[in-house]
């Protein structure tokens, strides 16, 4: 069973830059697929970010490719990610997230282990 906790979250000002930590244990990290995923107040949560197990695979959403950058380090079983110019509508509960599929993708049903969220806060 794997297990994921996250740390990082906070409350910090538009602009700002914040780095999350995702630290695996319970399993081979270098073998799962490993995702940022988010939740703003009454909204369903979404992909932010995945890296493969092959770390140079990473793929981001979209509207935060450019801001947002993930990264892993295999020797400590941590994922990363890094956001930039943090902006007031980046306000929401980050995931971290484990696959064992080579490619999941973007949707969180193929994610099979889950963290319990830290908390990140931009005020205007």
């Known amino acids: 069973q794997v297990q994921l906790v996250e740390s990082g979250g906070g409350l910090v000002q538009a602009g700002d830059s914040l780095r999350l930590s995702c630290a695996a244990s319970?399993?081979?990290?270098?073998?799962?697929?490993m995702a940022w995923f988010r939740q703003a107040p009454g909204k369903e949560r979404e992909f932010v970010a995945g890296?493969?197990?092959?770390?140079?695979?990473?793929f981001y959403a979209e509207s935060l490719k450019g801001r947002f950058t993930i990264s892993r380090d295999n020797d400590k079983n941590t994922v990363f990610l890094q956001m930039n110019t943090l902006k007031p509508e980046d306000t929401a509960d980050y995931y971290c997230a484990a696959a064992v599929l080579a490619y999941p993708g973007t949707s969180a049903k193929f994610y099979q282990y889950w963290g319990q969220g830290t908390q990140i806060t931009v005020s205007s």
């Open positions: 319970g399993g081979i990290f270098n073998s799962l697929t």
């Open positions: 890296v493969g197990r092959n770390i140079a695979g990473t």
